[in-house]
């Protein structure tokens, strides 16, 4: 019997998650906020003390090194922007998606946003996944099939925790050195 096509970007959903739990063990806010090169897009809180990501577009040549805090919110700008656009009445400006101020309440906000996108992809059909009609108002992909965007939504998460998992290693590594600071 064949796996229905939202059971596939599910299954595939959870794989790459579970990698992102592995990567969310012991993280802290330092480690989080670490920031692994001199030219660093980042979270930071602005005057109001709401934190905002470093954003540019287009992108700055050469585009900056990332830390992990920039790569959840990063996380949960397109899928805010995602599930808004698809299942909701459309998504707030990219200044208006903030990260939630700690890595803690960070993975809540991410836990909370992959429950929102399994509840939305599960009732649905292969008609309903081979349809633009979702997709029709997404600010990029709007002729791409809901499938074509669900797969490439994970595709995204699978790339930003494998980003997730480099910088923490690289900071594992620098902290290690002699004389490195800690933090």
Avoid at 69 to 89: A, E, P, V, Y
Avoid at 121 to 133: K, N, R, V
């Amino acid at each position: 019997m064949p796996v229905a096509r939202v059971e596939l970007l599910l299954r595939q959903l959870d794989i790459t998650w579970s990698l992102f739990e592995h990567h969310l063990q012991d993280l802290d806010d330092s480690v989080c906020l670490w920031e692994p090169a001199p030219v660093c897009w980042t979270v930071r809180p602005d005057s109001q003390g709401r934190w905002v990501a470093d954003w540019e577009v287009p992108e700055p040549d050469p585009v900056p090194a990332v830390s992990i805090g920039w790569l959840t919110w990063h996380i949960g700008f397109w899928r805010t922007t995602t599930i808004g656009h698809c299942f909701g009445s459309g998504a707030p400006e990219v200044r208006d998606i903030t990260w939630p101020g700690t890595v803690t309440a960070a993975a809540d906000w991410l836990r909370g946003l992959r429950a929102d996108w399994q509840a939305a992809l599960l009732p649905l059909s292969d008609a309903d996944l081979d349809s633009t009609e979702r997709t029709a108002g997404l600010p990029w992909g709007g002729e791409l099939t809901l499938a074509d965007v669900a797969g490439w939504v994970n595709i995204e998460l699978t790339k930003n925790v494998a980003e997730i998992g480099l910088v923490r290693h690289l900071h594992g590594a620098q902290q290690s050195l002699p004389d490195a600071p800690q933090g």
